[in-house]
Structure formats: C-alpha cells, structure tokens
C-alpha cells in the first residue's frame, strides 16, 4: 500500500508506485577519488562476492524507537523484541539480490523466492518478520494462513519491503523498517556498481551529513528554488467554474503524478482537441516557474468544441463541468483508444476512472425470505441531500422563497457529512415491489392471499459503497427546481464536512459487519483527508465560484487569477459555501480489490 502526498517527489532509487507519503529526499553524498586504472573484480568468485555482500550488524545500526510507527501492534512489537530489525534486515539484502542484482550466494537460505507450501513464485510473495516463512498472497495465500497458525502479526513484501499488518489488515509505514530499506537500496547500488562494471572508472559514492559550519554555509550560499504548482487562472468570461475544478486537478497528487511523469506527452499525442493534451501544457505551465495568472484560452476551446452545452459566456455549473470534464479526458486516454467509450468502465484504466471511479451496491432484501439481490452501479461521484432550504431568491411574484421543509428538517447538525451519509445509506422500504422467491414459494404452498400480500411490502433496499474511489468527490444538492419547473432555486443550509473522515461505516463490507452484530472495529481504517473545496457564492445565476486546495500540507484559496494562503479553520467553515469536496485516500493499494 502507498501513502499519497500532495507533492510528488520523484527520485532513482524509488519505484514511481513506490512513494512515501512523507517524501525523505534522498541521502546527500559527496564523490570520492575515482578508481584506479586497471582494476579486475571477478564476479564469478563466489566466495569473493559473499564476503562483499555479508550482512554486518554494524551496518544499521538499532535506531531508538520512533515516534512515526506504524500501528500500536508494531509499537508493542518493537517494545517486546529489541532485535525486531534483525530478519528484515536479512529479508531486505535477499531481496535486493534477487530482484535488483540477481547475483546468488553460496548460503542456500532462503536461496529461491518462492513460497514454503506451494512452490508459487510471483511478485507478491510476503515473508514472516518472525521466522523463515515465505507465502503466497493471491490464491491459496499461504501467507495469511501461516498468520492464522502461529499468530506471526506481521509479514513483508519481498520484493517492495513493505511492513504488513495482519491483526490491522493493512500496510503501514515505519520509519525504522524504510530507514534500512534506504540503506539496503544504496548498498546493492555500490555492490552492482562494482560487480558489474569492475573496470569502469565511476566515482563512489560516499554518504554524507554537513557540520554545522557546512550548513552555515550552504544557506548563506545557497538560492531558494520557488515553490511551483501555484499559479491563478484568468477569467475569460464566466469561467470561475471551470477554473475553480481545473485547481482541483492540478492540486490531485494522482492526476499529478500521472501527467508529471509523462504519461501523456502532448507532443507524440498530436490528437486535435485532446483534453488530456491540455491538461498536460496546464501542468507544464504550472511547473514552468512563471507565476503570472494564466489564460486558458486552448482548455476553454477545446471545452467548447467537446460539450455544446458548456459553450458560450453564460455562467456554468461547475459539477457539469466536472463530468464533462472526466467523460472527454475517458475519450481522449491512450489507455481506452482500443474500447468502446464507457465499455467496461469499473475497470477502466484511464487516469480519470482511476482516480474517480468506485462502485456502489444497491442491495434489495425481503425480510421474510432473506433472500438478497445486489446490483453494482459506476460512480465518479457521490450526491448528498441538504436538508433545510435557505434561499435568498425571489420567486416571480416578488416574495422570498420559503423554506420549503418542516421545522424537524431544519436541524442544521444534521447536515454534517456524516449525516448526510447517513441518510444516503438507510434502509428504504419499497411498497408494493414483489419477492419473486416468496410469489413462487406461496404459489406451491397454495398459501392464502394475507400471506401474499405481506410478500409484496416486505422488501426493503440499502445502498453502500462497494468499492472506493482513490479519490472521493461529494456533491451538495444546493440547486433545486421549485415546484413550477422552471424557477430553481439555490439550498443555502449549512454543510459541516470534516478533514478527515472514516468511510468503513458506509461500505458494503462495513454494513454487513454492523448487520450481523459486529463493530467497525474489525475493519481496516479507510480513513480520506480533505484535498479540494469549490464554494459556490451568491445567486445562481450570478454567482461566482472559488476553491480550496491543499498543495505540500498547506491551504491556498484560488479566486481566479488571485491565489491566497489559507487556514483549515477558514476551508471548514465555508459551510453555507461548500458544492464539491474532494477527499484523497490516506492509502492506496497496489492492487485495489473490490471492498466487499
């Protein structure tokens, strides 16, 4: 599992799948005499290559206990075994020798990665921290099985050294385990370096820590390179709510990462109106170190040229435009040029889909048979109900619009997010929706028509999420169609939205826990910050649009062209404000699984 960042950090020694959510920047090192002219290393001297690759305790050393662990099973780990560095030590040297050098050793320990009971070689093989137990994750996946019979809590990944927890069942980050995955990575650098190319005149590298004289001295000497990614976007006429969603791309660490590392290059592309490609100049001109306000006059044609309805100067709805924008990116993605658009889309591999995309589960029970169907719907977003209608605007015949909800309704604590989950994911009878399973069952009884009839109000439907987005965007129901059709009217009740939220009470997986009498508890924390806050203010059809973003731990409000620093307390207390939230997850998984 990764941590995602707002700030992407790339460097050569992690795998781009890899990142940190507390990006270390890699050890500073300075460059030592260069090798002498002529010297031979003979790689096929096994005992040579032993001695160079022989694991030495004084080579990391038991760092003192960190206050960044990875859950309060691993603290209590780390309290009760003072050696608990030991076997991933050992695990991390294999596995840069089996997957980064390839060279073999004498010691036939653990020689092949295979795993103990099946023989299953792969990429996801997890190896105990307490013993010499290698198993299997998919499949059999004899590695939770060796976890049942022994009560071994945590397990790595061979090949990328992450911690897993079984009791939390979930991976965690410690800085004590990615300390001496760093220090094995560089190590296997210098010994590949030198096994391989003997000959080659290259500087070593040496690691390196300034004095405090030297560090003096960098900072005196030394120019602050500005923070990119900050820049404010010019208003072409009517277009705060497309800037206002554009801010929260930018600002999305995945879409980031993904145009950031080329992913899609505007220049091999060469499609005419790719949204993707203008994505991508956005990205570049964000980066480019120019912090004038930019006009998107290309992003706004090719808008206008993709989606008929959002052309022209009048005032937009930005949540259309957040679709739009999603469905035309789908299109123009390398990764669906050889499918059918919106075929198979809960696995579409667009950067889009796969930012946004979830699933929800809509479940029908009949409560005398329990007999269950589920359907599965795609979203990219999730709509909230606001309870309470607040309105400024007037009605045709010039009186303010009423409120138009009973006084039980106008609760405002209960239009906090949670509550509005809540009421999203209730148990909703449906009157007079026939059981098929009960009909046929009455139908051979040749049971009487009271019976019947209780068949056919007994179904009830319960809709939870099945499968979470990386991403989560919430949609506030603020615009509403009066009762004449023609007039709509704006919900300006507050909406309380914390920054951060649990969303196990609200999946599948989570509801069947509750319904069967179980605690949440038992579940793995799916725990999502707030990223991004698009507030909407004033009328509806003069209103302008505004955003929140969350770029390297700090607030920013976007006004258009103006960009300012922001609090938290000032993102949370836009509550009569707020329209999109997005949220990113604390953890991604290298291969995200349904949740059911």
Not at 76 to 84: A, C, I, S, V
Not at 294 to 300: E, G, H, T
């Amino acid at each position: 599992m990764v941590t995602v960042d707002n700030h992407v950090k790339m460097t050569s020694n992690i795998e781009p799948g890899l990142l940190k959510q507390n990006d270390i920047s890699p050890v500073k090192g300075k460059q030592n005499k260069s090798l002498k002219k002529g010297i031979k290393r003979k790689a096929e001297d096994s005992h040579a290559i032993n001695e160079t690759f022989q694991v030495s305790n004084a080579a990391v050393s038991h760092p003192k206990m960190s206050q960044k662990v990875g859950c309060r099973h691993l603290e209590k780990y780390k309290g009760d075994r003072p050696d608990y560095l030991d076997n991933f030590k050992t695990i991390a040297e294999l596995s840069m020798r089996w997957y980064k050098i390839g060279i073999p050793r004498e010691n036939k320990m653990l020689m092949h990665q295979k795993c103990s009971e099946c023989s299953l070689k792969g990429d996801r093989l997890h190896a105990c921290l307490d013993c010499v137990f290698i198993g299997c994750w998919r499949g059999e996946s004899h590695a939770r099985k060796h976890y049942k019979n022994t009560h071994h809590t945590f397990a790595t990944d061979v090949q990328r050294l992450e911690i897993f927890c079984f009791r939390c069942g979930d991976y965690i980050y410690d800085i004590d385990y990615d300390n001496v995955k760093k220090h094995e990575e560089v190590r296997a650098e210098e010994k590949e370096s030198d096994i391989k190319e003997p000959a080659r005149k290259r500087a070593r590298y040496v690691p390196w820590r300034p004095t405090e004289e030297e560090s003096e001295r960098i900072k005196r000497n030394s120019t602050p390179f500005p923070c990119s990614g900050l820049r404010g976007l010019l208003n072409m006429g009517a277009t705060c709510f497309m800037n206002a969603v554009l801010q929260t791309f930018m600002h999305n660490p995945i879409i980031k990462n993904y145009f950031m590392t080329d992913k899609h290059n505007k220049n091999i592309c060469g499609t005419s109106g790719c949204m993707c490609c203008e994505v991508d100049n956005l990205f570049q001109e964000f980066h480019s170190g120019e912090k004038k306000p930019y006009p998107p006059c290309s992003f706004l044609q090719s808008m206008w040229l993709s989606s008929k309805e959002l052309a022209g100067y009048s005032e937009q709805d930005a949540h259309e435009f957040y679709l739009a924008a999603i469905n035309k990116m789908h299109g123009d993605s390398h990764e669906t040029k050889h499918q059918e658009l919106n075929a198979n889309i809960q696995n579409c591999e667009c950067i889009m889909h796969k930012t946004f995309g979830g699933c929800f589960q809509s479940r029908i029970k009949c409560s005398q048979c329990d007999m269950s169907s589920d359907r599965e719907e795609h979203m990219v977003e999730w709509q909230l109900h606001l309870r309470g209608l607040v309105t400024n605007q007037k009605k045709k015949n010039g009186t303010k619009g009423s409120q138009e909800s009973n006084s039980s309704e106008m609760d405002v604590d209960k239009n906090s997010l949670e509550d509005c989950l809540d009421r999203y994911c209730e148990k909703e009878q449906l009157p007079g929706f026939k059981c098929e399973d009960c009909e046929i069952r009455l139908l051979n009884e040749d049971d009487s028509s009271e019976k019947a009839k209780d068949s056919v109000n007994s179904c009830s439907r319960t809709t939870t999420c099945k499968k979470l987005p990386p991403v989560l965007t919430f949609v506030v129901e603020r615009f509403h169609r009066a009762s004449t059709k023609t007039n709509t009217i704006k919900n300006e009740a507050e909406f309380e939205f914390p920054e951060e939220i649990d969303m196990a009470k609200w999946t599948s997986r989570g509801h069947d826990v509750l319904e069967k009498g179980g605690t949440l508890d038992d579940l793995p924390n799916y725990k999502y910050n707030l990223l991004s806050v698009v507030n909407h203010e004033g009328k509806i059809n003069t209103g302008h649009y505004t955003v929140y973003c969350k770029s390297r731990d700090r607030w920013f409000l976007f006004d258009d062209h103006a960009v300012k620093c922001a609090s938290v307390e000032e993102v949370l207390q836009s509550k009569r404000k707020a329209y999109l939230c997005f949220y990113v997850a604390d953890t991604l998984e290298y291969d995200q699984p349904n949740i059911n």
